[in-house]
């Protein structure tokens, strides 16, 4: 397994396991929406939880708004934040 | 990983501290945190009663950079604070007519607001870890809203509000929220009262007789357990039979 689908792999963990959705790891794609239409239907709770698992697990710290926006749209946007996270 | 710790505020008397020496007798893993602002006696003597599972730490709980101040303390200590109880708090007594603005703010904000700073100041810790236990202190005043009151019974029964809604927020990271209510409790302020008077309220109560600090700190104690997991957003009400 590469590096980056290893990432992408511990990312869909967290949903699964932190935010207990009821889904199997095959069924999220890693562009899949978190939220909004056609999505996985996270809430804002979720989100918020999702920003403290992050951090915890990856010491990325999410705090302005703006930036998760653009950050939870999918496991992809999440994983690519945590690779410039470590590259800087 | 940080060690699990249990904060409560107002713990130099009363209530506070008969809470914070129940969980220290009852459970010898847990480390306790004292929060008080003022007047330290009982909770030095606490202190020192368990100096290897028991800390004081100066907490205004009506300023949220003492929260800050606080919890950094804690964070340098490697412990995560899992079980807040909202104890601290005061009453100042009027009719509204003639109630000054700020025996009404000073009320709110230390009753109500505190409850605010306090639970979004540990959230996040608690999140992280996956487990949280938010006690808050309310009083059966909120129930009663007796005369004299309006701004103690408003705080109290705000508290039992915020209670429910936090408790629906935080439900699915395993973080429970529950209010509890005393009634009539053997503290200082009833027992410095008028004799005469506290006869009297004897008779109001079904049990005859006024609850002592521990009956109420043996009810924290069980919601902060494991075994509580399923108990959240409720209101506990603890008087002897009253409401």
């Not at chain 2, 410095?192 to 109001?204: S, V």
Request: hydrophobic residues 45%.
């Amino acid at each position: 397994m590469s590096e980056s689908s290893a990432l992408h792999e511990e990312i869909k963990e967290i949903l699964i396991d932190d935010l207990m959705l009821d889904v199997e790891m095959d069924e999220i794609g890693d562009e899949t929406p978190l939220m909004g239409p056609d999505s996985l239907g996270l809430d804002s709770v979720d989100a918020l939880q999702l920003v403290v698992a992050i951090e915890k697990k990856f010491g990325l710290k999410i705090s302005d708004p703006e930036a998760a926006k653009g950050i939870l749209r999918s496991v992809k946007t999440i994983a690519d934040a945590v690779r410039e996270s470590k590259s800087t | 990983m940080s060690a699990h710790a249990i904060l409560i505020t107002g713990a130099n008397g009363g209530i506070g501290n008969a809470t914070a020496r129940y969980f220290l007798e009852h459970d010898e893993s847990c480390y306790v945190y004292l929060g008080i602002r003022s007047g330290r006696n009982e909770a030095d003597a606490l202190a020192a009663d368990f100096p290897e599972r028991c800390g004081v730490l100066s907490l205004d709980v009506t300023k949220a950079a003492e929260w800050e101040s606080s919890l950094a303390k804690v964070a340098a200590e490697d412990r995560v604070i899992t079980v807040l109880v909202n104890n601290a708090g005061h009453h100042d007594d009027h009719l509204m007519a003639n109630m000054p603005l700020e025996a009404f703010s000073s009320v709110i904000e230390s009753n109500l607001n505190s409850v605010f700073l306090g639970s979004q100041a540990v959230l996040r810790g608690m999140m992280g870890e996956r487990f949280g236990r938010i006690i808050n202190i309310s009083s059966l005043s909120a129930l009663l809203a007796p005369l004299g009151q309006t701004n103690y019974a408003a705080a109290k029964a705000g508290v039992i509000a915020m209670t429910g809604s936090l408790a629906k927020e935080v439900a699915r990271m395993s973080i429970t929220v529950n209010a509890i209510c005393p009634g009539y409790i053997e503290t200082s302020a009833i027992e410095t009262g008028d004799p005469e008077q506290a006869k009297a309220r004897k008779k109001t109560i079904p049990m005859r007789r006024f609850g002592k600090p521990r009956e109420v700190a043996a009810a924290v104690f069980f919601l902060a357990t494991k075994d509580a997991a399923y108990i959240t957003g409720a209101t506990l009400k603890i008087d002897g039979g009253i409401f």
